[in-house]
């Protein structure tokens, strides 16, 4: 549960970033207080009341909230989903994929 918190909290901090919008803000969006927020943002507390009210005021859905595929790239893991995603690909996405690589080396 504690990596889920943390998660969740830098995801809500970084759509809240994205949007411009400060942590008094969501706060008064949410109709929770800003020390609660922070607290959720730093992975302390899990909003159970206002996870919604949050997604809402966040304009994503629930699933796009607990999308944390981005958090943990890794170099490592980053090649591994490219390996395991290129059969998948059609032959010009490859082909342009092939291209990108070459002309960064």
């Known amino acids: 549960m504690k990596e889920i918190k943390s998660h969740l909290g830098r ?12 942590q ?6 949410v109709g929770i207080d ?7 943002e730093c992975g302390y507390n899990f ?3 206002s996870l919604g009210r949050i997604a809402g005021a966040l ?4 699933p796009e909230l607990f ?3 981005h958090i943990d790239l890794t170099d490592e893991n980053m ?10 690909l059609p032959s010009h996405d490859i082909t ?3 291209r990108l690589i070459k002309s960064m080396r």
């Open 11 to 22: 995801r809500i901090k970084e759509l809240r970033s994205f949007l411009g919008i400060s």
């Open 24 to 29: 008094q803000k969501l706060a008064d969006i």
């Open 34 to 40: 800003k020390k609660t927020v922070s607290k959720i």
């Open 47 to 49: 909003p159970t009341q």
């Open 59 to 62: 304009k994503v859905s629930l």
């Open 67 to 69: 999308d944390f595929e």
């Open 79 to 88: 090649k591994k989903y490219i390996v395991e995603n290129l059969e998948y």
């Open 96 to 98: 342009t994929i092939f």
